[in-house]
């Protein structure tokens, strides 16, 4: 069974006002003065709740700096929320820095085990996929190169072909369908298009309106970390839409008559 709850969860951060401080400036701070921190706290959430039971698949659209992300992340487990319930059933796999684990002086045939070392496979499990993947990628022999001399596009046709191997009950995606050129991006949707069918529940994130209209039956839509809207994909999209072109109309001057 597949199923996130999320009750009147919310997230705040405690950060410093100012950046990193060096072993000098400690010093002195030390030794002349002492002074309090200067904490500022940021809401990044406040008060989510849903239920996705298995078979859902849902959309989280928003503006930049709206929350998408950091929800994600709540339902994955890598933040905790500070306010609220989270209860999750089933194994989650996450798509969030596909690129996360590489070695840049390890080829590329050595990331492979790398990365889905870090996914969670196995010597077992990944004997049956090392091909598959080598395959997905089209690298052919830059595999035997270090990954250091990948162009942009190399790495992510490579972090691509290996984060889409899992199979999981419950898939997280942040943002990971524009994969390469325009031929290997035909391929990416197609990959992407079976992950979400064999997985039990899905969740994601994308400023692509028209993958989350593909693979999505409900949206959300976030607004400075707050629920503004949450229904039918057509419905919710449609009314984002609005709001994107309102705003945008307002703020072109308006000519002289």
């Known amino acids: 069974m597949a199923l996130i709850e999320l009750e009147h969860v919310g997230l705040t951060f405690h950060v410093r006002t100012y950046g990193r401080v060096t072993l000098k400036?400690?010093?002195?701070?030390?030794?002349?003065?002492r002074r309090k921190t200067a904490i500022m706290q940021v809401c990044a959430l406040d008060d989510i709740s849903l239920r996705?039971?298995?078979?859902?698949?849902?959309?989280?659209?928003?503006?930049?700096?709206?929350?998408?992300?950091?929800?994600?992340?709540?339902?994955a487990g890598v933040y905790p929320p500070t306010a609220g319930r989270?209860?999750?059933?089933?194994?989650?796999?996450?798509?969030?820095?596909?690129?996360?684990?590489?070695?840049?002086?390890?080829?590329?045939?050595?990331?492979?085990?790398?990365?889905?070392?870090y996914?969670?496979?196995?010597?077992?499990?990944?004997?049956?996929?090392v091909d598959q993947i080598a395959e997905f990628s089209e690298l052919g022999d830059f595999l035997n190169m270090p990954v250091r001399y990948y162009s942009a596009g190399m790495m992510v046709r490579l972090a691509f072909s290996i984060a889409t191997t899992i199979a999981p009950?419950?898939?997280?995606?942040?943002?990971?369908?524009s994969a390469g050129d325009l031929a290997f991006q035909a391929k990416a949707r197609g990959r992407m298009r079976q992950l979400v069918d064999n997985a039990r529940l899905v969740v994601m994130v994308s400023h692509d309106l028209?993958?989350?209209a593909a693979l999505c039956e409900r949206v959300i839509w976030l607004d400075h970390g707050r629920v503004r809207q949450v229904g039918p994909t057509d419905d919710v999209?449609?009314?984002?839409?609005?709001?994107?072109?309102?705003?945008?109309?307002?703020?072109?001057?308006?000519?002289?008559?």
């Open 169 to 177: 009950e419950i898939l997280i995606i942040d943002e990971v369908l």
């Open 119 to 129: 996914q969670g496979e196995t010597p077992h499990t990944l004997r049956s996929k």
């Open 237 to 257: 999209v449609a009314a984002y839409c609005r709001e994107v072109e309102g705003t945008l109309a307002a703020a072109v001057p308006q000519q002289a008559a």
């Open 52 to 75: 996705l039971d298995e078979g859902q698949r849902l959309g989280i659209i928003g503006h930049n700096g709206a929350g998408k992300s950091t929800l994600l992340r709540v339902l």
């Open 210 to 212: 028209s993958s989350i």
């Open 25 to 33: 400036e400690y010093v002195i701070r030390g030794m002349f003065r």
């Open 86 to 117: 989270r209860h999750v059933e089933g194994k989650i796999a996450s798509l969030f820095d596909i690129a996360l684990g590489f070695e840049m002086d390890a080829s590329g045939w050595e990331n492979i085990a790398f990365r889905s070392y």
